[in-house]
Nanobody
Framework: QVQLVESGGGLVQAGGSLRLSCVAS????????MAWFRQAPGKEREFVSG????????DYADSVKGRFTISRDNAKNTVYLQMSSLKPEDTAAYYC???????????????????WGQGTQVTVSS
């Protein structure tokens, strides 16, 4: 069992930056693929970014490519999402997710992930 706890959300002006963190419990974190999803009110949960267990594969939604950067520190059981040039349309609850091995690619479907955090709210004002 893996528990995920997100932090780092908040209110920021358009053009600003935030860094989200997700700390995982369990000694097998380093073998899990990790991802960030987000869900805005009235919308479906959508893939934002994902990273393989060795950080040799990363994927980004087109809407965040070039603005967001995903990374992980397996020694700290933590995955990060650095968000820059934030836009009002980035406003959403952001969720961390973990996928058990084997992981052959960075999955984009939420159904492919086995564990979820409770989410952290990001609000970008115009």
């Amino acid at each position: 069992q893996v528990q995920l706890v997100e932090s780092g959300g908040g209110l920021v002006q358009a053009g600003g930056s935030l860094r989200l963190s997700c700390v995982a419990s369990g000694r097998t974190f380093s073998s899990y693929a990790m991802a960030w999803f987000r869900q805005a009110p009235g919308k479906e949960r959508e893939f934002v970014s994902g990273i393989s267990w060795r950080a040799d594969m990363m994927d980004y939604a087109d809407s965040v490519k070039g603005r967001f950067t995903i990374s992980r520190d397996n020694a700290k059981n933590t995955v990060y999402l650095q968000m820059s040039s934030l836009k009002p349309e980035d406003t959403a609850a952001y969720y961390c997710a973990a996928k058990r091995p084997p992981v052959l690619y960075v999955a984009r479907r939420s159904a492919d992930y086995d564990y979820w955090g409770q989410g952290t709210q990001v609000t970008v004002s115009s």
